[in-house]
């Protein structure tokens, strides 16, 4: 029987796209006021054109604008540090009050430590989770899919590992540490979601597949 439900957070509990472009925005309001215009507009459009990881460096050479790589890591400063104007999705509110009188909450989320904070700060997720890892906190190294993050989740509820499930969004890293440990995993799966239709070996694949949360607290009571 289950007795706690741990989340991811990015494209699980919220839209990744949306804290993207919130953090577009602060850099943007930051450039305007040393007289550069048009940041969030252009980045925008590179993101949605699916550029990764040099976004900040293209736009500047886009508008021929002069950079070094001190501005780029104020940027990215900037924007890993903002407080995100993001919202809970609609299936994920829902789901956390289906669930809370019944089982305990956790969660458990990748990324950098301020920037994963502002985020479940923003969605004031310290209101509905009895436990939240930031796996920054150990170190790069025990990022997903490390085993760390789920075993002290584990710990921290006094459970056995088959009383608890995961539910993530990207199974490159979310599912195997948890299924090697006895965890039930679910994966949720949006339409047009990035990992939705991604191919990979069955020890990443998770136990179940589900693509709205509203499907969440059945699926749970069968386990």
């Known amino acids: 029987m289950i007795k706690v439900v741990v989340f991811d957070m990015d494209d699980t509990l919220f839209l990744e796209r949306d804290y993207v472009l919130s953090g577009f925005l602060a850099v943007d309001r930051y450039l305007e006021l040393k ?51 993001i919202k809970l999705l609609g299936e994920s509110s829902w789901v956390i009050s289906q669930l809370t009188s019944r089982y305990q909450l956790g969660l458990i989320t990748d990324g950098y430590l301020n920037a994963q904070q502002n985020k479940a700060k923003a969605l004031g997720l310290a209101d509905y989770f009895h436990n939240i890892i930031f796996t920054d906190q150990f170190g790069r190294e025990y990022w997903k899919p490390s085993e760390r993050p789920y075993i002290e989740m584990k710990n921290f509820f006094n459970v056995m590992h088959h009383e608890l499930v995961y539910i993530g969004d990207n199974p490159k890293k979310d599912f195997i540490a948890a299924k090697k440990l006895g965890w039930k995993t679910v994966h949720i799966a949006r339409v047009d979601s990035e990992y939705s239709n991604v191919i990979i070996s069955e020890d990443y694949q998770a136990d179940y597949k589900v693509s709205s949360l509203y499907e969440i607290p059945t699926l749970i009571e069968r386990l």
């Open 35 to 85: 007289g550069i215009s048009g940041f969030y507009n252009k980045s925008k459009e590179l993101f949605e054109s699916e550029v990764r990881g040099n976004i900040f460096n293209e736009v500047f050479e886009y508008f021929s604008i002069p950079y070094s790589n001190k501005d780029i890591k104020d940027l990215v400063d900037i924007y890993r540090n903002h407080m995100p104007n």
